[in-house]
Every structure is written in C-alpha cells, then in structure tokens.
C-alpha cells in the first residue's frame, strides 16, 4: 500500500510503500497523536523506518489497498 505523507514547509511529499493494511495504518497515526513521544514512525516493504515529528505532519495519503492493473492487457 501506498501512504503519502506531507510535511509542514516541505513542497514535496515522502511517498512510503508499505505492507501494512489502511487499518494499520490508520491505527499507528492515532496512537502517535495520542502518545506523548512526538513522532509518527512507518517502516517500508524494504524494512527502511521513515520518522516524522507528529507537529510537522500536514496530511497522510492512504492509498488503495489492491494494486491497479499496469499495462495495456484490459479486456474489449
């Protein structure tokens, strides 16, 4: 799954693959906001953590959970 993750004074925006589910997601930012160490932590497919002070978070972008079709393989 795809997550987005905007930060605060960045134009860009982290994009993390992981192999969480939108729950699990979801369930990780709310314990985050609701503890009092201040950062949001995530780990990848690649087992890289990305780290992120909770106060610099703008937005999180939780993507589909099933992969779109690449290609041009669709049905007539």
């Known amino acids: 799954m795809e997550i987005k993750i905007g930060v605060r004074s960045v134009h860009r925006e982290l994009v993390v693959e992981t192999d969480l589910t939108a729950d699990q997601v979801e369930s990780e930012l709310s314990a985050s906001l609701a503890s009092g160490n201040g950062v949001f ?14 106060a610099s978070l703008g937005f999180i972008e939780i993507g589909e959970e099933a992969p779109r079709p690449v290609g041009f393989g669709g049905t007539l």
């Open 41 to 54: 932590a995530i780990t990848d497919v690649n087992g890289r953590k990305v780290i992120v002070p909770v």
